[in-house]
């Protein structure tokens, strides 16, 4: 079974500040990818990583993929409000099977 | 494009009912339908996985009789809670997939809460 685990569960920072979620796991993905979650609502997919240190930017975000493609992180850059929010990375790990498993989130409070 | 809908958004009912939740995908044909649980403050949990005109997959410790998955059409997948109890009480969300490409577009979200 494989486990992805996040970290860290919960930040909180002040608007403006800087910050970096982490996504291991013990398993080579396929692919990886990037959900945000808003309460009540379904994830919404920011961004899908294939190619072992692959670098990916959407505006304020930073997604790099592992050179191992065990691993992954976001880094938000100078954050805002609108950033609070459930972070979920979500990894394939056989080719051909769409299967995602969820990692555990980490919870993002930015301060105004 | 690739818009997943999801029916109803939120349900009570009392214990020992049956609920169904509906799975749409408005403007794209899934091959694949997949049925998700989320318990507050935590991750995304995978119940089964649906193809259209078969049997679905469920994952280890999913109880299918309790669980009923139908994905009788290209848009729609329907989960079935039967007999719930309150600990079924739960977010529940599907998402969808397409013949074309790997990404799965995820539904709104179904809140269930059992009395």
């Known amino acids: 079974t494989q486990l992805l685990e996040q970290s860290p569960q919960f930040l909180s920072i002040q608007e403006g500040e800087n910050l970096t979620v982490y996504c291991n796991s013990s398993?080579?993905?396929?692919?990886l990818q990037w959900y945000r979650q808003e309460p009540g609502e379904g994830p919404v997919l920011l961004v899908t990583v294939v190619t072992g240190g692959e670098v990916k930017k959407l505006k304020r975000l930073t997604f790099q993929f592992g050179d191992a493609r065990k691993d992954s992180s976001l880094h938000i850059t100078a954050a805002q409000p609108g950033d609070t929010g459930l972070y979920l990375c979500a990894g394939v790990y056989n080719f051909g099977n769409e299967k995602l498993t969820f990692g555990t989130g980490t919870r993002l409070t930015i301060i105004p | 494009g690739a818009v997943v809908s999801q029916h109803p958004s939120w349900v009570i009912c009392k214990s020992g009912t049956s609920v169904k939740i509906e799975c749409r995908s408005l403007?794209?044909?899934?091959?694949?339908m997949f049925w998700y649980r989320q318990f507050p403050k935590q991750s995304l949990m995978l119940m089964a996985t649906s193809n259209e005109g078969s049997k679905a997959t469920y994952e280890q410790g999913v109880e299918k009789d309790k669980f009923l998955i139908n994905h009788a059409s290209l848009t729609l997948s329907t989960l079935t809670v039967t007999s719930a109890h309150p600990e079924d009480s739960s977010f529940y969300i599907c998402s969808a997939g397409g013949r074309d490409t790997d990404t799965q577009y995820f539904g709104p979200g179904t809140r269930l809460t059992v009395l």
């Open positions: 403007d794209f044909q899934a091959t694949t």
């Open positions: 398993s080579v993905f396929s692919s």
